[in-house]
Nanobody, 122 residues
């Protein structure tokens, strides 16, 4: 079974950028669609971005569209989330997740990482 480990979180000023990474282990990584989700304290987890098996189909939540970019490198078993123009509302714990389905959905993910904390100061 695929295992996921996130990294790259930290403290950043408003308007700055961060790049999150998700390292995957397993023999069938390239067959999984991947997604990024985030959760702030006291709030429900929400969808951020998704990418299909090949990387040719990418989609985003309206709140991050135009600022965040999801990508994957199947040869390296890595998924990335480039975050630009960050603001205080982006503060949350960001988790990557995997599904054997072709499309990422909130309730359809099979495997989750533990998450990495992103804090944006105003």
């Amino acid at each position: 079974q695929v295992q996921l480990v996130e990294s790259g979180g930290g403290l950043v000023q408003a308007g700055g950028s961060l790049r999150l990474s998700c390292a995957a282990s397993g023999r069938t990584f390239s067959n999984y669609a991947m997604g990024w989700f985030r959760q702030a304290p006291g709030k429900e987890r929400e969808f951020v971005a998704g990418i299909n098996w090949s990387g040719g189909n990418r989609y985003y939540a309206d709140s991050v569209k135009g600022r965040f970019t999801i990508s994957r490198d199947n040869a390296k078993n890595m998924v990335y989330l480039q975050m630009n123009s960050l603001n205080a509302e982006d503060t949350a714990t960001y988790s990557c997740a995997a599904t054997r389905l072709e499309v990422v959905t909130r309730d359809g993910m099979d495997i989750w990482g533990k998450g990495t904390l992103v804090t944006v100061s105003s």
